[in-house]
Structure formats: structure tokens, C-alpha cells
């Protein structure tokens, strides 16, 4: 079986998405970690999509919820095979992850700590302990949302846009009492479920919308990213109203916002009648095949980098460090693609009948 999903035609600007969004996740790291001690940078609002790249994790997740709705369309869904295949394509590198993590915490590992495998992102899980395993925490969030894909994608089908409308607004009221509760409200909206899984809800929506002659003219598209880039200066100026003690009204709507505008530019994108060049093609498609291991291992090379390439905040040094970890960031994940989740992805089985 190719690397590519038998159950929907293959679309190569789902990779280029995917890409992007493993970049902008990538230079939001490397900046930060190299130079900007994950602080805002208000004073550099035309970098602020580099430094508020963590945008970058809502596009996966909107992304997710656009493509596989994409595939419920088609026909009915197995569950049990929808489900070995997003095991195939998930668990085996995050094993890998996570015993790592659980590896440079041995002393303090228990038993129970097992568990963590389900939920990565809530209590102490050993890989938010560590900088290079960090990112396993949207893992949980993806997860979850596969568990009840195939009955939202069922609801979604019979009763339309007004099923996840409905739910919209329950998650706006779930959110209200995170952010009248909860110790650190803006954390708790950033890394859970209750959080995030609306972002899935949208591209679900987005993936039911018929075409639209707006949507394959160029302005489309200028228009999906001027917002996006809009809304990373936002953050970026008003910081404090994200940080982990706000109780900003702001927060429970601000991932529902993120989300409707990613799926505005997948949207766009994947409707434009306008192609890049070849050699940005082939680019992005090489990033995008790989760029769940980019996510996932980027941090390793990060970190290590910084560990022995002592640091400089002069730019010069910034640069050669960022595009350092960047070609050894993609060599890691191509030999990571190939060893590790290709051999799991041959396994995979039609689910869509």
C-alpha cells in the first residue's frame, strides 16, 4: 500500500497544509528556544506569526477535523478499522516519544504513569517534563477526537452544519466554566479537550461546504492569511490577555476563532486555481509527507543543538542555528518516516465503504 490514505483521493495540498503547519510550530520553537524565552515580542509585530507560531497546532487540528470528514463523505465508516489505522499512524512513534521521556525520568517513574499513554496532556505526564518530548501533549487531544470521529461524521451527515452549530455552543458554555473555575483558565484552553476539540468541529463544517467561485480566485487566499497574520499581531500585542492567571471573556472564544480562520485558508487553498512552483511544491510535499515526525522530534534536534552550539543572541548566530536544526530536523524525520511510521502505514486497511 502506498504511504498516501486508500480512502480518499490523494491531495497534495493537504500536504502542503500540513507542512505549514509543522513549520510554523518549528520557527516558533527554534526562536524561542534559541532567543526568545517564550515571551511575547510586541515591539516585532510583522515576525509575530513566527513568534506566535503555536497557531500552528490549531491548523493540525483543523486540518484533522477538514480531512477526515472529507472521507466520511464518501461512504460509511468501520470503526474498528478507522480505529487500527489511526493506531497505526499515531501510537508507534509516540511510544518511541514517550519511552524516551519516561526513560530520563526513570528514578522517579511509577507504574501508574503508564496511563500517560492515554492522556498526555492533563496532570504530570513524563513528556511535558522535558523540552524534547513536549510535544507529545496534542497527542491525547488528537486521539480523543478520532475515538468519536466516526459518530460526529454520521450526526454531522444526517442533520448538517446544525449538528456541530449545537455543539459549538455547548463547548462555549463547557468553556465558560473552565474560565470561571479553573486555576489557570488560559492553560487549561490551550492544552485540553474541552479547548481544542471544537477546532476538529470546524473543519469538519468547512468540509461539507460545496464549492464556491469566491474561494478559487487568489484574493481568497491573501485575504485567509492577512487574518491569520491579523489575529498573531493581536496576540502578540495583548499578551496579557492570554497569560495562564487571565480570565479574559477573549479566551472562550479565541481557538473557536483560530479555527474558523485556518478553515477559511485550508478552504482556500485547497480551492484555488492557482499552483506554486514546482520546486515550493515538492518542498512542502516532502515536509507535509513527514511532518507528523517533524512535530513530534523537532525539540530533540533543538535542544541539542542549543546544548552544544553555546549561545549567541547576535542574529547571525540565530540564523546559522535555525537553519542547522532545520536540515537536521527534516533528515531525523525522513530517517524517522521511513524506519518507523511507513512500515505501521503499509499495515493500514480500508475503512470507508
Known sequence: MPPHSSNIEFNPRLEHIRALAALLVFFFHAFHHFYGNWKSFPEQPLFAIITEGHLGVGLFFTLSGFLFMKIAMTGNINYR?????????????????????????????????????????????????YFVTGAAWTISIEFTFYLIFPFLALFVRQQGLA?????LLIFLVLKLCVLSL?????????????????????????????????????YALIISLATILAISIFRSQYALLFNENSRSMILIIWYTLEALLWGFFIYAYINIQWRPAHMIEEFFSFIGQRSYSFY??????????????????????????????????????????????????????????
Not at 523537532?298 to 553555546?310: R, S
Request: aromatic share 14%; proline share 5%.
Open 81 to 129: 478499522r478507522f480505529i487500527f489505522n489511526r493506531f497505526l499512524r499515531i501510537f508507534p512513534l509516540f511510544l518511541l516519544v514517550f519511552f524516551l521521556a519516561i526513560s530520563l525520568g526513570r528514578d522517579k517513574f511509577q507504574a501508574q504513569d503508564l496511563l500517560y499513554l492515554l492522556i498526555s496532556n492533563i496532570g504530570k505526564p513524563a513528556t511535558s517534563d
Open 163 to 167: 449538528y456541530i452549530g449545537r455543539l
Open 182 to 218: 479553573a486555576g489557570h483558565p488560559a492553560h487549561v484552553l490551550q492544552s485540553t479537550q474541552i479547548g481544542r476539540l471544537d477546532q476538529f468541529l470546524i473543519g469538519m463544517g468547512f468540509a461539507t461546504l460545496g464549492s464556491s467561485l469566491f474561494f478559487k480566485k487568489p
Open 296 to 353: 513530534l522530534l523537532h525539540a530533540m534536534v533543538l535542544y541539542l543543538i542549543n546544548y552544544y552550539i553555546p549561545i549567541s543572541l547576535s542574529l547571525p548566530i540565530l540564523l546559522i542555528k535555525i537553519s542547522i536544526a532545520f536540515i537536521l530536523s527534516c533528515l531525523l524525520a525522513d530517517l524517522s518516516w521511513r524506519s518507523i511510521e511507513l512500515p505501521f502505514l503499509n499495515l493500514r486497511q480500508h475503512y470507508v465503504h
